[in-house]
């Protein structure tokens, strides 16, 4: 299971600091962890006043010992993007699920995803756990959707990338969102945790299923924070002025539901 940031909010934040947390997080292991949260992939999406959206992406290089959020950190460096502010960051480490494992060097597997297969409109998802139906729901799509994580018939993709996608079928259908907590709940190897941004009608959700890596959110009158743990995001929470007691706290392997539509990120941008 992986670990992931995201924060919507009033203060425009700088992308270093959560290429700083994410580096923290990468490497955590906590008492309830049997691995660290990430190091087989990282991965932000951030949209600065200009209005574009900015996704950068690395795999694991293959190597012993490797840091992905580091070299994700450098990539973005060299791209003059570290010391861009936003006000919307979605930050993930990968630790790919056993069915994955395979499936790391990549950066296409590596997270947020990012699609507009519907009329351009951008959806974006991050995703901590495993769809045990995944495919199940994809063979139930009838809109055309373009994978970027599809090989083959006989790998086809990664389970988080149908997140954003069934997001889509649910909105092209009229439905309400919040029905993927029903439709992605049936998981008998853990749980899922997963949040998505609908960029276009600024419009954000999260959601639980059972047993995960823990989910904490931060929320207040200036936008929230949320986030696997507590200790990389500390110097975040500070300079969002968000409350440093979270309003959601789940812990690491406790079993819990919900789906929520966050507050509207109109007054924010």
């Known amino acids: 299971m992986c670990g992931i940031i995201a924060y919507t909010g009033n203060a425009e934040l700088p992308v270093r600091a959560f290429l700083e947390a994410m580096g923290v997080m990468e490497i955590l292991e906590e008492e309830a962890d049997r691995d660290a ?3 087989h992939g990282a991965g932000i999406l951030f949209i600065p006043k200009e209005g574009n959206v900015i996704l950068e992406k690395v795999g694991h290089n293959g190597e012993d010992g490797d840091r992905p959020a580091l070299r994700l950190r450098d990539k973005l460096e060299g791209k003059g993007l570290l010391d861009v502010s936003s006000r919307i960051i979605l930050a993930h480490v990968r630790r790919a699920a056993r069915q994955n494992e395979h499936r790391t060097k990549d950066k296409r597997y590596s997270q947020p995803y990012l699609t507009e297969c519907v009329n351009g409109k951008k959806i ?4 901590n756990g ?3 139906n995944y495919k199940e729901l994809a063979e139930n799509f009838v809109l055309p959707h373009s994978f970027e994580s599809e090989d083959d018939a006989d790998d086809f993709i990664i389970d988080s990338e149908i997140l954003p996608h069934l997001h889509e079928e649910l909105a092209a259908r009229g439905e309400n969102p919040l029905k993927m907590g029903e439709l992605t709940g049936f998981n008998r190897d853990g749980g899922n945790t997963f949040f998505i941004l ?5 419009k954000s959700y999260l959601f639980h299923q059972g047993k995960t890596r823990g989910l904490l959110l931060f ?3 200036g936008g929230f924070l949320l986030s696997s743990r507590r200790k990389p ?5 500070e300079m969002a002025d ?4 979270a309003e959601i706290q789940i812990p690491p392997r406790s079993p819990f539901s919900l789906a929520i539509e966050l507050p509207s990120m109109e007054s924010w941008l």
Not at 198 to 202: E, Y
Not at 242 to 245: D, F, G, Q, S
């Open 37 to 39: 949260l990430g190091g």
């Open 124 to 127: 974006a998802a991050i995703h």
């Open 130 to 132: 495993y769809v045990a």
């Open 198 to 202: 609908d960029v276009d009608r600024r």
């Open 219 to 221: 929320r207040g009158p």
């Open 233 to 237: 995001v500390e110097k975040i929470l």
């Open 242 to 245: 968000l409350p440093r007691k």
